[in-house]
């Protein structure tokens, strides 16, 4: 019979671990892929990782013993058969992942490596531990993290309904065989797409676009036609990999921003193809483009017809785009300025704000989730996730700038305020929306 | 020439004029964010029309740091 800690004070171990957590974690280990983990077992881990987890936040040595049981509990789980039934599993992964995440980034973590022993081994196993979220959590809960893991529900309906996928299906003679197949599609959908996308990209880079550049002269209509062409071929693009089975997504408000100007519209960057998703819904919109991709010579012809904004000293983006957004256009701009990850609180450059504020614009504040999450920086395009991933983005209605910075009218402390809005909106979503 | 940059850091960015010292860790103790500085250039370049090439400005960590970027 397992006996529970008391909140607060894990009893431990002289590995410093919490009793429960080692001799649970031991025993899926011997048991491996056998049997099922029962239910009070992992409702136990969980239990345990978050009494941990109050006493994990404030000195490094806490925090390091905290992520090395996450960590092994998280490559316990995650050697456990997959048909677990039951939200426990998934919660104590979560809880897991969230751990090693929170624990690696609030402390330094080269004296964490130090005294690990073993550098990596922080990474290496939260690595693992993040793996297997993919296995077991269940899709809605992947935007909710970090801020509530402390208040981690036990039992939840969405783990039940949710995640199908990697589980035991009812009827499926082969689970494991139609898992298998199914990703093994889904990776060679994606090697595809991205195949057919990048010889798209030299085909308009090397003929589409100077002819264009040749045969229109007028600067308005050939950036207006070169638009139309990208914006075309990044919809046929989401198309594709839509019909192959490859990801899936939904829009909700798009059809209310149809013939919205002068708009900056901002998102949150989780993935490689956010910005392929943006300009196909906006194929119109401005966009700065990286200094590395306009040096790319079919790159470089295509941001140049279409008369995209490059990324060059930092005042002239801020006056060109202020004056684009003044002039009508929309501009689109991931304020966070590279992909981030979804569990990781938000954090903005300061440009979005100033353009915003210089041109007095509206805001539009996209939010995108992708769950599972997948293509996410550092992460290669055959990492295809257990499940086929689902893209949300949601179109609230544009805000003109004053209301979010209290019409201030020093142009520095609105720059700041809206900063401030900005984040806070965010970041509320982040830890709030199911 | 330190006067002129004392007098934009206290009018445009509204610091307090006592916390202003040659060595002032502009970004740390006179909270000047990226905006700011990309401002400061600007207006840098406006007073004494020599450029500083914002590689140059990221190194810049403090007003005595500015003055030695414009005599060079």
Request: aromatic share 6%; proline share 6%; charged share 25%.
């Amino acid at each position: 019979m397992l006996t529970l800690p008391a909140e607060g004070s894990p009893p431990k171990n002289r590995t410093g671990l919490p009793e429960g957590v080692v001799r649970t974690d031991e025993s899926f280990l011997r048991r491996k892929r056998s049997s099922n983990i029962s239910e009070p077992e992992t409702s136990f881990l969980t239990r345990s990782l978050q009494a941990l987890l109050c006493t994990a936040r404030d000195s490094p040595e806490d925090s390091r013993r905290a992520i090395q049981a996450c960590a092994t509990v998280g490559v316990a789980t995650a050697r456990a058969p997959r048909a677990t039934p039951g939200p426990t599993i998934s919660n104590a992964s979560r809880l897991a992942n969230d751990a090693a995440r929170s624990c690696a980034r609030s402390h330094d973590s080269a004296r964490l490596d130090g005294t690990l022993g073993r550098r990596g081994l922080v990474t290496t196993k939260a690595a693992q531990v993040n793996d297997l979220i993919e296995i077991t959590a269940p899709p809605r809960l992947q935007w909710q993290s970090m801020g509530t893991s402390s208040q981690l529900p036990t039992q939840t309906s969405t783990g039940i309904s949710g995640g199908t996928a990697g589980r035991l299906r009812p009827g499926s003679a082969f689970p494991g065989f139609r898992s298998w197949a199914d990703r093994s599609w889904r990776l060679l959908g994606t090697g595809l797409s991205f195949f057919t996308f990048g010889v798209g990209g030299l085909v308009l880079g090397a003929v589409v676009f100077p002819l264009c550049r040749a045969l229109i002269r007028k600067p308005e209509s050939r950036q207006r036609f070169a638009r139309r062409i990208i914006g075309g071929s990044f919809s046929a693009f989401v198309w594709m990999m839509k019909s192959l089975g490859v990801l899936s997504y939904e829009t909700r408000g798009l059809d209310k921003l149809a013939d919205v100007t002068g708009a900056l519209i901002i998102a949150n960057h989780p993935s490689l193809i956010d910005v392929v998703f943006l300009v196909s819904f906006f194929p119109q919109a401005d966009c700065i483009i990286k200094r590395g991709v306009t040096r790319n010579p079919f790159m470089h012809g295509a941001a140049r017809t279409a008369n995209y904004i490059s990324n060059s000293e930092p005042e002239e983006i801020l006056s060109s785009c202020t004056q684009r957004l003044r002039a009508g256009s929309n501009l689109i701009l991931f304020p966070e300025g590279t992909r981030r990850d979804q569990t990781e609180p938000i954090r903005f450059k300061m440009g979005a704000a100033a353009i915003a504020v210089r041109a007095q614009a509206r805001i539009v504040r996209i939010l995108i989730r992708c769950e599972p999450p997948t293509l996410r920086k550092n992460e290669a395009w055959y990492h295809i996730p257990r499940q086929r991933p689902h893209w949300t983005f949601e179109f609230p209605p544009p805000v003109p700038v004053e209301e979010l910075t209290g019409d201030e009218q020093n142009q520095r402390r609105a720059t700041r305020k809206l900063q401030k809005s900005l984040l806070g909106y965010y970041e509320y979503l982040r830890t709030h929306q199911k | 020439m330190y006067e002129a940059i004392k007098g934009v850091l206290v009018e445009q960015f509204e610091i307090e004029e006592s916390l202003v010292t040659r060595d002032a860790n502009l970004y740390e103790e006179l909270d000047i964010d990226s905006i700011d500085a990309v401002d400061l250039l600007v207006r840098l370049r406006e007073l004494t029309d020599k450029r500083i090439a914002p590689e140059d400005f990221q190194q810049v960590r403090t007003i005595d740091d500015i003055l030695d970027k414009l005599a060079t």
